[in-house]
C-alpha cells in the first residue's frame, strides 16, 4: 500500500521539483496538493502548482487553494530569489485543469476525518499558514495525522531570510508555533540539510540529459535558482531544499539527525522564526522533532534523476 500524502506548498521551483518527485514515486500516493501564499502570492502558487502537474501529465490530482497571508502577520514573499513567477527558469504553459472549489483548509480537515487514523502524512514546504489553521479550526483532526514531514527552519545554518530564521518558519512564526507544540511526530528538513545537497553543473546536467520536457524544466528552474544562492554564499551551487522531504519518506536511509526539542521564536527583537534546536540537549525539554542534520547529497541525486526520469 503506497503511503498517503498531502503536499502543503508555495511553488517555487524547489517546491515543483518536490512534486514532481513524489508524483513519480509509486511508493506514495498524493491525495493532494494544497497551496499557501509564501514564496510568492496565493495566486501563483495555486496556478504553478497545476504548471506542475500538468508537466507531469497528472491532471487527477486535486490542487486546492488556501490561505493568501499568515494567520496574524503581513505577507512576506521571495521574488528575489524564485523570480516574479516563483517559477522563473521555464517556459511552461498556462494550466487548463481547474482550481478544486473547496478551500485547501477544509480539505485537510475533511481528508484527515475521512481517511483511516493514522494513514495520512503531511508534507509541508511552505509557511505553515495552511496546517496550523486547519489544526486550530478542528482540533480533532491532529491526532489523526500520522507524521508531518516538513522542511523548514535551522541550526547550525541559522537562517537565510534574516541572520535567524529560515524562510518558511519566518513568514508565519505563529502558525509554526501551532505546528511544533501539536504533538504530532515531525521530521523537521532544516537548511543544515538542503545547504548540502547543492546543484552542481554536473547534478544540472544530469537532469537535462534526460531529453525529457520534465527534464528539461528541472534544468531551466536550477539554473535559475542557483543564480542566487551562488552569489550569496559563493556555494558551487544552489540548495535544492523542498524534495529532500519527499526523498526522507522514500530513504529515510540517506538521512541522519537526532530527537530534539524544537521551540519557535515568536517575540525576538532579532530571531522571530528562529528554530530555537536544542540540538545537545541542554534545555531539558521534550523532544517534539527528528531534526535532520545530515545528507548522502550523491545518493539524493541519483534518486531525484532516476525518479524524474520515469515521467
Ligand atoms: C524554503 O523557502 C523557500 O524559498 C523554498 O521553497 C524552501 O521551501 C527554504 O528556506
Ligand atoms: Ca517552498
Given at each position: ?11 517555487g521551483q ?48 486535486p ?6 497571508g499568515p ?16 517559477l ?8 487548463t ?11 485537510l ?35 489523526r495525522?500520522?507524521r ?16 535567524a ?7 508565519d ?14 521530521v523537521?528538513?532544516?537548511l ?31 539554473d ?11 556555494s558551487?551551487g ?6 529532500c ?53 550523491d ?7 532516476e ?5
Open positions: 500500500m503506497p503511503q498517503k500524502i498531502i503536499i502543503d506548498t508555495d511553488p524547489d517546491d515543483a521539483v518536490a512534486i514532481l518527485l513524489a508524483l513519480a514515486s509509486p511508493e506514495l500516493e498524493v491525495l493532494g496538493i494544497t497551496c499557501v501564499a509564501g514564496n510568492v502570492p496565493l495566486a501563483r502558487t495555486s496556478r504553478n502548482a497545476r504548471v506542475v502537474c500538468e508537466l507531469a501529465g497528472r491532471v487527477d490530482v490542487v486546492y487553494a488556501g490561505c493568501d494567520m496574524r502577520r503581513s505577507l512576506v514573499t521571495a521574488e528575489h530569489v524564485h523570480g516574479k513567477t516563483g522563473d527558469g521555464a517556459d511552461l504553459p498556462d494550466p485543469m481547474p482550481l478544486q472549489p473547496t478551500h485547501a483548509v477544509e480539505f480537515i475533511d481528508t484527515l476525518r475521512a481517511e483511516p487514523a493514522g494513514t495520512v502524512t503531511l508534507v509541508p514546504i511552505g509557511p505553515l499558514t495552511n496546517i496550523a489553521s486547519a489544526f486550530e479550526r478542528a482540533p480533532d483532526i491532529i491526532s495525522v500520522q508531518i514531514v516538513l522542511m523548514g527552519g535551522a541550526y547550525f545554518e541559522v537562517g537565510n531570510i534574516t541572520p530564521a529560515e524562510f518558511n518558519i519566518y513568514v512564526p505563529e502558525a509554526a508555533e501551532i505546528v511544533f507544540r501539536s504533538g504530532v511526530p515531525l523537521v528538513v532544516p543544515d540539510v538542503t545547504h548540502k545537497v547543492l546543484t552542481t553543473p554536473a547534478r544540472i546536467d544530469a537532469f537535462r540529459a534526460l531529453g525529457t520536457p520534465v527534464g528539461d524544466a528541472v534544468a531551466g528552474w536550477t535559475f535558482f542557483e543564480r542566487f544562492d551562488m552569489a550569496k554564499y559563493g558551487d544552489a540548495p535544492l531544499h523542498d524534495p522531504t519527499i526523498a526522507w519518506l522514500l530513504r529515510p536511509a540517506l538521512f541522519a539527525g537526532r530527537e530534539i526539542n524544537v521551540e519557535i521564536e515568536t517575540e525576538g527583537r532579532f530571531t522571530t522564526g528562529m528554530t530555537v534546536a536544542d540540538w545537545w540537549g541542554v534545555s531539558g525539554r521534550a523532544a517534539n522533532a527528528l531534526f535532520l542534520g545530515n545528507v548522502d547529497a545518493g539524493f541525486y541519483a534518486l531525484l534523476t525518479r524524474l526520469a520515469r515521467l
